[in-house]
Structures are given as C-alpha cells and as structure tokens.
C-alpha cells in the first residue's frame, strides 16, 4: 500500500513539472519576438517571462514539499489553514471573485487572445480550482473530496455556458456556415411580417417544427434585434440542460449544495454532444414523469412523444423507453409481490411514450390539415443543418417508419463516411474515440457499482437497461456515418441521455453513498471522475476568446507568432461592417429594378431589417441545397440550374464560391465536393462576381453578360 502511495505522488509531482515545462515553453513562443533584449525579448516581455519561470519553480517545490516532506507539508497545511480561518466570510467573496476570473481572462481580455496556448490554460485552470478548493475546505483539513469536485464542476461549467454564449453580439453578418439562416428559419412562425411576400404563400423552411419552434419563441417580442435572438440561441443551450439536471435529482433538492452538482454534472455531461434543446425538453418531461402519480406522468410522458417526434422523427421512440429504463429500475425485486405494480408501470408508461411519439403527432397533423390551411409550412425534415455547424443533412420524410427503418432508408439516400468512426480531418478523434472519452468514464462507474452490488440489479432490470442503450448506442453510431455528420457527437444524443438516465437511477440506489464517501471510492475511480468533468469542458477552455479586438490585430498577431500572411480570426471593426452593409444595399437597390434577388445565405440580414426593399425569394435555401447535393438529387437541381440559366435573379448573395474538389484529408471534404458539384460550378457557370466582400464573408454575384454554354458543365 505504501509503494502505491508513493507512486501516486511520484505521478503527481511528474505531471506537475510537465504541464510546468509546456506552459513555460508556450510562454516563450509568446514573448519571443517582441523585441532585441537579452535575445529577441522586449524589456516587458522579457521580464514577465523571467518572473513566470521564477513562480513556475517556487510552485514545484511547493509541489514536492507537500508530496514528499512530511515536515514542510505539515508546516505549509497549518499556515493556509490558519490563513483560510482569519478570512472569515471574506473567503467566500475571494471565492467567487476568483472562480470568475479565469472566464473573464479568457473571453472578455485581449490577453484571453494571446494566451490561447493549451498548457498555459490548464495550468491556470488546476491553480484556480485548487485555490477553490482550499477556500472551501473546512476544519483542520487543507481540502477536501467534495469542495474539490464542487470546485473542478463549477470552473468547468462556466467554461462551457461561456462556449454557448460566444455568439451573441450584434454583428450583422452570419457567424458560421449556417448561423445568420438560422435566425431567418426561426423569425417565420412569429416574424414572418418582416418579410415582403404574399401573406396567403407558404413560406417552406428547411427545419423540424419543434426545433423551429423554440427559436422562434423571441420573435414574439416587438422589434428583435439580432443581439437579443443570438441571447436566446445561447441560453437554449444551457438552459433545458439545467432544467433536466434540477428535475432529474429533485429528490436531492433537500441538499442544495449536492442539487447544484448534481445540475452542473448533468449540464457537462449532455454538452459533450451537444444535444439539441428540444430532445432534451422532452428528456425533461421524461423526468418529470418518473416517480409521479400516473395523473402527471402520463400527460408528461406523452407530451414527450409528441414534442420529439415533431422536433425529429428518429426521436419518436427514445421517451418511451427512457421511462421504462427509468420506472423498471425503481422497482426492488427483492420480494416477488413488488414485482407487478412496478412493471405494469413502466409498460404502461411506456405505452403512452410510443403512443405520443407515433400516433399522437400523426393525429394532431392530420387534424390540421382537415381544419385549415397553415400560412406557415415548416417542411417536415430531419434535422437539416450546417456542415460547418457539423449537423447531419438529412433528406424530407415523409411518412414516420420505425427508427431501423430510417436507418435502412439512409443508408440508400445518402452515402455512409464509416471512416469517420476513427480519427480523420473532420473530427480528431472520430465518433468511437470521443464518444470512449465522453461517456466511458461513466460506464466503468455503473459498472463498478452493479459489479460490486452497490447497486442491486436482477436480470430483468439489466437487459431493461442494457437492450435500449444498445438500441441507441447503434443507431448512433451509423447515423454518425452519414454524409454531413460525424463532426461531433450530436447523433448519439439518445445514448447519451439514456446513459444519464441510468446514472440517476443508480444514483438513488447506492451511488450517491459511495461517491460521496472519499473512504469507500478507489483512488482509480477517482480519477475517472475527474477525467469525465475535465474532458467536458477541456474544447471549451481551449476555444473560448474574445472576437471583438479587431483594431489590435497587429499587435496580437505578433504576439501569437502567425506565420506571415495568417492572421488571428476577428470580427471585422464596424467601420468595414458599415461600408458592407452600405455596399449590399446600395447593388439590392440597382438590382431589385431589374429582377429577383436570392439571398442564397445571409437571410438574417432581411431579418433584422439590415436590408431593405427586398422581395423575399424563399426558394434555395444554403442548408437546403446543401441536404439536396449530399443526396445528389438531380431532380431537385434541374429546377434551380433553370433558374440560373434563365438569369431568373439579377442579384445573388452568397458565401464566396469555389470550384476545388477535395478528399477525405479534408475537413467535410466529401460535402465540400457535392456543394461544388451541385452549387458551386452551376452558379458560378451562368453568373459572375461583382463584388467580394471578403472581411464579412459574402459575395455579390451577377449574370453573365456573355452567354455561356454550361452543358458540359452540369452534373
């Protein structure tokens, strides 16, 4: 036991100087350069380089004295802890202040720009989170199992509502591949008087309902501005996340500080994803329902059929099951006479799950259909979205099959990427890997627990569990596959939420005891814990910056040492955001005389009123074409390339187009050549650039004066 011991300090203290080393080198590629003195240092920079490695060695010894000096490590505990008594409730303010203060270097600074080096943020991640957990550390003990955790869960959740909220600011133009269309999908149930188009017209848009219908809820309020629909878009990403993890483990709500880690665990967990906000409202009225009176839960439960199958149709059956995984495991099969009630439940329950996600959607819409005529069509897709955004392009459906046979109807629309399963260009590690990462750590502790009887299972309630998240796990992993996904983990949402399920449930039958008591859980198990929360949140501490210190570019590229000719990604400074708008607007106004205008991408600027004078063209949508080349339909593209070849529009505004074919070492390669082939070489055939306005990513095409014979040309 004491070798053991002694290699686990040994490990420690090796780590330490290691992340130590690579900090320390990543602040000599930042201060190197700025300068002559004493190398190619400026006094500042040479200076402060000096003084990090000087704290960097005192810290080390820090380090070793604690591990290895029994003496030193006694004399150092009683100071602090001496230190941490005198504070009295000051500590808490220093608490907060210093909890928050990470994020606001890091997305609110300049120097969050410079210092976007990988060891440099982990090392002053692991000094806030120890000095956080030293504050709330009580009695004679220098830290604790419990303030530790409170203290790594809550510095990794600030990181990743930051990642939500990145977005939000009132820039113009499209944030992403897709993100400015996206507004203008979510502005046509509530907004669509903003547009000039026939009122009695059908305006299709390229979205499930339900996802459509959560953004859309901001336009409700008069006169929206972008700023305050991008806040919405942000807190959806958190919010239904925090909601599930607050209703999940209401039954600790008793223990308020237990609840928040309870809610701040769920939130990082399900980001791993990320998961869209309405399968996790749905997850929530699952939730709801689980140990209700059946006068709740079956409203809940089916409400939650209904609300996943509208959002995406693949989700019809996950409630369903969800609460039978859930109600299954409630039941101690301990006595025989137990049995009967528990089981009829959860079959129940999940009865009106599929009744809700299969039958109740189908009713509601054909009843509509029956009473009226909707001025508002959402096309009925599932889950449509950006390459770039990394969501799966997926072609209209439109009858409801079981989920195997969507599987099967995919595999023969659209190609299957299998090589995105491991690590590739578009997705580091690839689907397996990350989702290893994700949710393997959670495994072994349900694994554990069931293993060592902490949590009693039979074999009922085992294959109730297993059989589903089999179900899921499955269907993921091929979905993951398709063309336009496997950029994230997105498609094994349903796992995912079926996996935390099961860890409530065990949870609340016997885990909570064993993770809670430092005494009982192995040091390995441990580090599995904290594994799980550090690689939740260690892409979103890596990422997060300010965009907004664009009037200092040449200064921060020095500093961040870009290969000439690269610069630093900033939002343009609004002086060149101003003279884009003026100068999109002032060639709408020329070309609304002569024709149609497409705003193939961009719609957002129509949204919020940055353009005006515009008669809406629906038609052509970016993520729409985008879904229709992944699936090569012809069909669908003879009607647009008449289009262009009639020069139906005077003016088209775009993205920058580009002809070049790419393979799989590329990032979305193969959806970057079917955009090419489809859109790309047919626009840029019959129509021109005019004017390239590169800084805010758009382009202003025209037709071709001279004719042009783009037969050979076509697919």
């Known amino acids: 036991m004491k070798s053991v011991f002694e290699t686990r300090k040994t490990l420690l203290a090796g780590v330490s100087v290691w992340i130590l080393w690579q900090a320390g080198n990543e602040f000599h590629q930042i201060a190197w350069g700025t300068g002559v003195w004493l190398g190619e240092f400026s006094p500042t920079w040479g200076i402060l380089f000096i003084g990090f490695v000087v704290v960097s060695v005192l810290l080390w010894i820090g380090v070793v004295s604690l591990l290895f000096n029994e003496h030193a490590a006694s004399s150092i505990t009683r100071w602090v802890i001496r230190i941490r008594k005198k504070l009295g409730v000051l500590r808490w303010v220093l608490w907060l202040g210093i909890s928050l203060s990470p994020l606001y270097f890091f997305q609110f ?5 410079v210092f976007q080096k990988e060891y440099i943020r982990i090392l002053i991640w692991i000094l806030v ?12 003990r220098l830290a604790g199992w419990r303030p530790f955790l409170a203290a790594l869960m809550l510095t990794a959740s600030l990181f990743s509502v930051a990642i939500s909220l990145r977005l939000v600011n009132d820039y113009p133009f499209s944030q992403g591949w ?21 009122p009695e017209k059908d305006i299709p848009v390229f979205l499930d309902f339900g996802r459509q219908f959560i953004g859309a809820l901001p336009f409700l309020i008069p006169n929206l501005t972008i700023d305050m629909a991008r806040l919405w878009v942000g807190l959806i990403q958190v919010i239904p996340y925090i909601l599930l993890g607050a209703v999940l483990f209401r039954f600790e709500a008793g223990n308020k500080e237990l ?31 689980w140990r209700s009176p059946l006068w709740i839960a079956v409203p809940m439960i089916l409400g939650a059929g209904y609300f996943a199958q509208v959002s995406r149709f693949t989700w019809m059956f996950a409630p369903g099951m969800w609460i039978f995984m859930l109600e299954i495991t409630s039941a101690s099969f301990q006595e025989r006479k137990m049995v009967a009630p528990f089981f009829k439940r959860a079959i129940l329950l999940a009865f009106f799950g599929f009744l809700g996600g299969v039958f ?10 029956l009473l009226q005529q909707p001025t508002v069509s959402p096309e009925v897709i599932s889950t449509p979205a950006a390459v770039i955004e990394t969501e799966e392009l997926e072609e209209t459906q439109n009858s409801y099959p079981p989920i195997i046979q969507y599987v099967i109807n995919s595999t ?51 294959l109730s569990l297993l059989l589903p998240l089999l179900a899921f796990l499955v269907v993921g992993l091929i979905v993951s596959t398709k063309i336009g996904g496997g950029g994230d983990l997105h498609n094994m949402d349903m796992f995912l939420i079926g996996l935390l399920f099961v860890s409530a449930a065990a949870w609340g039958n016997g885990g ?23 690689n939740s949140s260690i892409g979103p501490l890596q990422v997060i910056r300010s965009f907004e210190y664009g009037e200092d570019i040449d200064r921060i590229n020095i500093l961040r040492d870009m290969p000439r000719g690269e610069t630093v990604e900033m939002l343009p400074v609004q002086q060149v955001v101003d003279d884009a708008l003026l100068t999109i607007q002032t060639e709408v106004d020329i070309a609304s005389i002569q024709g149609e205008i497409l705003f193939l991408d961009q719609r957002q600027l129509l949204t919020f009123g940055y353009i005006t004078g515009v008669k809406l063209v629906p038609e052509y949508e970016k993520k729409h074409l985008m879904n229709e080349a992944l699936g090569d339909k012809k069909n669908y593209f003879e009607t647009f390339h008449a289009d262009l070849a009639a ?53 202003l095409l025209v037709p071709r004066v001279e004719p042009v014979d783009c037969s050979n040309q076509l697919p």
């Open 412 to 462: 023969a629309s659209q190609p299957l990427l299998w090589y995105r399963l491991l690590p590739n260009s578009t997705y580091g590690n690839g689907i397996l890997l990350a989702l290893l990462y994700a949710a393997g750590p959670v495994t072994i502790l349900l694994l554990y627990v069931t293993g060592k009887h902490i949590w009693k299972l039979n074999a009922l309630q085992r």
């Open 109 to 113: 600074t300049l120097w969050g720009i």
């Open 647 to 699: 020069h139906r529009f005077s003016l088209i505004i775009s993205e920058p187009l580009r002809s070049p074919v790419k393979d799989s070492s590329y990032q979305f390669g193969e959806e970057n050549n079917a955009w090419v082939k489809w859109v790309s070489i047919p626009v840029l055939c019959y129509y021109e650039p005019k004017i390239a306005l590169t800084e805010v990513g758009v382009q």
């Open 178 to 198: 897709s993100e400015g269309n996206r507004l203008w999908d979510y502005s046509i149930i509530f907004g669509r008087e903003r547009y000039d188009y026939p």
């Open 129 to 140: 989170v120890c000095i956080l957990t030293v504050l709330s550390s009580s009695g004679e």
């Open 259 to 289: 609840w928040l880690l309870l809610i701040l665990w769920t939130f990082l967990f399900l980001k791993q994803g990320p998961i869209h906000p309405p399968l996790v409202i749905s997850a929530v009225m699952v939730a709801l329902a």
């Open 512 to 534: 909570r005891e064993w993770v809670l008591d430092e005494n009982k859980i192995p040091d390995l198990l441990k580090a599995v814990i904290v594994f799980s929360i550090i």
């Open 360 to 369: 109740l959607a189908n009713m509601i819409s054909s009843s509509q259909a």
